[in-house]
């Protein structure tokens, strides 16, 4: 079964593999160089004693198609659920080929687990290879900008491109399974996908672990957080117009954001499980 899913798909595995191949030169190739040019910078400001004002006085210049390949990245977990995991099953249904498929010795529990076990490994290796070059690609940015914890650039980097990966496929399945039309199934992986990261990154990211607040003249017109943590919310504190009026910033620690990491990727694997599940019950107990 296994070999028969390796000549069936060898052409779309071809086609991925091209790409990511085709991503990583871009970003080795300009990533070497913004992390020659950062290094530059920190001989310099460590010989005119200027490393602390780093990130306000210098900029690195990159390239403009690392760039936008690494702002492209965001959407490559939802790209593969839509041409991959969401025609795996619809595409089978709609050409009656389970009808071929199932009469032969092969059950449907091992045709499905077979055909979706090699699907989510191949996501996670989508995910986790692009996010691996995009990690490493930021890492003179990161270490600039201190910006790696902030939304966007914390969706791209670290481990959560894979738990993304993962259940955008397992949604495409899902909706491949109960729908079995491969155009309706693209269509729900796309606007779930997005409708749940949004609701997830804006409305539950941010309480993950206890924040800390701190409290500032409000005379300050800005308040500087420590080094790469995530700003959640700030502002006034106190009676308008009397001495008592504090400004308060309220932020995730650096040191959360690991653990947000650990977090959100396990959230993602868990409602893909879940899709998978139904899946599982969609597919073994509904006629062909």
């Known amino acids: 079964m296994s070999v028969l899913v390796w000549r069936l798909y060898r052409a779309q595995a071809a086609i991925a593999a091209v790409l990511l191949t085709a991503f990583a030169a871009v970003l080795v190739i300009t990533g070497l160089s913004m992390a020659s040019q950062w290094h530059t910078m920190l001989l310099g400001c460590t010989a005119s004693g200027t490393c602390g004002d780093l990130g306000a006085t210098m900029s690195l210049g990159g390239s403009v198609a690392g760039h936008d390949l690494v702002l492209?990245?965001?959407a490559a977990p939802v790209l593969f659920g839509m041409l991959v995991g969401a025609p795996l099953l619809a595409h089978e249904f709609e050409a009656r080929t389970t009808d071929f498929a199932w009469a032969q010795s092969v059950t449907r529990r091992r045709w499905l687990l077979v055909k979706v076990g090699w699907t989510l490994l191949a996501a996670a290796v989508w995910g986790g290879v692009m996010a691996a070059l995009v990690t490493w690609w930021s890492g003179p940015r990161n270490a600039l900008l201190e910006n790696a914890f902030q939304p966007s650039t914390f969706d791209m980097q670290g481990i959560v491109p894979i738990g993304y990966a993962v259940f955008a496929t397992a949604l495409g399945i899902a909706a491949g399974a109960l729908l079995r039309r491969t155009l309706s199934a693209i269509a729900i992986t796309l606007g779930g996908f997005i409708g749940l990261r949004l609701l997830i990154a804006n409305a539950v990211r941010p309480h993950y672990l206890g924040?800390?607040?701190a409290y500032f003249s409000p005379k300050l017109s800005t308040f500087t957080p420590p080094?790469?943590?995530?700003?959640?919310?700030?502002?006034l504190v106190g009676k308008t117009g009397s001495s008592g009026v504090r400004g308060f910033a309220t932020y995730q620690p650096a040191s959360h954001y690991w653990p947000f990491q650990g977090i959100e990727t396990g959230i993602y694997v868990a409602l893909a499980l879940v899709l998978l599940a139904v899946t599982y019950v969609v597919v073994t107990r509904r006629d062909a």
Request: net charge neutral; no cysteine; proline share 0%.
């Open 72 to 74: 492209l990245s965001l």
């Open 211 to 213: 924040t800390v607040t």
């Open 227 to 235: 080094a790469s943590a995530w700003v959640v919310s700030q502002g």
